[in-house]
T-cell receptor, first 114, second 115 residues
Framework: AQSVTQLDSQVPVFEEAPVELRCNYS??????LFWYVQYPNQGLQLLLK??????LVKGINGFEAEFNKSQTSFHLRKPSVHISDTAEYFC????????????FGGGTRLMVKP | ETGVTQSPTHLIKTRGQQVTLRCSSQ?????VSWYQQALGQGPQFIFQ???????GRGNFPPRFSGLQFPNYSSELNVNALELDDSALYLC??????????????FGPGTRLTVL
């Protein structure tokens, strides 16, 4: 069985400051990892994904994430946030045994303040 | 290329009633998954359909059922609604021919309220 823990339910940050949203997972098999963003009253949009290869993954809107197998983490980072980045962010894990089923974390609300 | 669409956007039902939610997959996608997102929580996998057959199921009771049609549209049916069924229901489509870990494209969701 898989599980995903997003350690912070809310992260307040000032505009143009850097941010890191933390994600830890547990799984007994090789995994795929994803970060999704959800704006109010909308569905989920893929920010980035790790399938294999380089552990540093770059995504849309200036976000990047680093896969750390030994620490079972996949933290999301952005060097300078904008007001428009205010949203809910979800980390998710899939694996070879689960087809395209995703297990999501509880989400982190990023609140960017002017 | 059209994205994933869902209908209706909002729905209010009473306890014990039945509900049908609809999803139209992204063009060319042959797999659809349904997720339940309770308020303040992450989405939880309900089930997945591939070629009109259930291809995986999460920890949801049998009163949650689904259908996938030849045109890859799908339905989620919930019988005997309970208050805890109140949630945002998300549909996601993908093309499994792209391999495991292929991106799932999510619709905007249907907000179900059970009174």
């Amino acid at each position: 069985a898989q599980s995903v823990t997003q350690l912070d339910s809310q992260v307040p940050v000032f505009e143009e400051a850097p941010v890191e949203l933390r994600c830890n997972y547990s799984s007994s098999v090789s995994v795929y990892l994803f970060w999704y963003v959800q704006y109010p009253n909308q569905g989920l949009q893929l920010l980035l994904k790790y399938l294999s290869g380089s552990t540093l993954v770059k995504g849309i809107n200036g976000f990047e994430a680093e896969f750390n197998k030994s620490q079972t983490s996949f933290h999301l980072r952005k060097p300078s946030v904008h007001i428009s980045d205010t949203a809910e962010y979800f980390c998710a894990v899939g694996d070879n045994n689960a087809g395209n089923m995703l297990t999501f974390g509880g989400g982190t609300r990023l609140m960017v303040k002017p | 290329e059209t994205g994933v669409t869902q209908s209706p956007t909002h729905l209010i039902k009473t306890r014990g009633q039945q509900v049908t939610l609809r999803c139209s997959s992204q063009s060319g996608h042959n797999t659809v998954s349904w997720y339940q997102q309770a308020l303040g929580q992450g989405p939880q996998f309900i089930f997945q359909y591939y070629r009109e057959e259930e291809n995986g199921r999460g920890n949801f009771p049998p009163r949650f059922s689904g259908l996938q049609f030849p045109n890859y549209s799908s339905e989620l049916n919930v019988n005997a609604l309970e208050l805890d069924d109140s949630a945002l229901y998300l549909c996601a489509s993908t093309d499994v021919r792209g391999g495991r870990g292929n991106e799932q494209f999510f619709g905007p969701g249907t907000r179900l309220t059970v009174l």
